[in-house]
């Protein structure tokens, strides 16, 4: 009788620690892109601009790599430098599932026990060069690069994108990120 109620403080103790939603409420929908295919989306992602929120705040040269597990499901490493370039780096290690497998676009990530949070790619380039990633209601976001600079072109119509798809682009935050790949320490 204390577990489920122990696991329900929990969940409501998360969802009151949730951010507010990033988009408006007359915004359509949040749709994903039609199709992911997952092996070309492995590998090393570059945080670019994000939404704040707790476990990231004061992250610099955020980055989140991705690899298939032996069980399909997918081992998530994030890693961060605390307060910029030349703080401590600090890293988390989490699971990925896929929730929709007819477009592997909607993911299930978990960083601790039985609690997931919803992973949705709602924006991915053709040539799988950037993403954009957020959850149901927009309470988070990300727009990803596999460099750690974002073409500035590119970055402008992301965030056009993003506010004809009712996104606060004004709530994001620029990650400060490493010149080049070469760069990163660690």
């Known amino acids: 009788m204390i577990r489920p109620a122990l696991l329900a403080f929990a969940a ?3 969802a009151a620690c ?3 939603s990033g988009r408006g409420s007359d915004a359509p929908p949040l749709q994903t892109v039609d199709n992911v295919e997952i092996d070309r989306y492995l590998g090393r992602w570059f945080e ?3 939404y ?4 990231e705040r004061g992250c610099a040269g955020v980055t989140a790599d991705y690899a298939l597990r032996d069980d399909g499901r ?3 490493t994030n890693t961060c430098y605390q307060d910029g370039l030349d703080g401590r ?3 988390a290690n989490g699971r990925a599932r896929i929730a929709d497998e007819t477009t592997n676009a909607q993911l299930e990530v978990s960083f601790f026990g039985p609690f997931w949070g919803d992973y949705w790619i709602i924006d991915l380039a053709e040539d799988y060069s950037w993403a954009v990633v957020s959850e149901p209601e927009g309470r988070y976001l990300w727009i990803l690069s596999r ?4 073409d500035e072109d590119t970055l402008q119509d992301r965030l056009g994108w993003l506010d004809a798809q009712g996104f606060d682009t004004s709530m994001l935050i620029m990650v400060e990120q490493w010149d080049s790949a070469e760069d990163v320490r660690g």
């Open 12 to 14: 409501f103790t998360l």
């Open 18 to 20: 949730q951010p507010p």
């Open 48 to 50: 670019i601009a994000r």
């Open 52 to 55: 704040d929120h707790g476990f």
């Open 74 to 76: 997918i081992d998530v």
């Open 89 to 91: 780096m600090r890293t």
């Open 147 to 150: 460099e750690p600079q974002m």
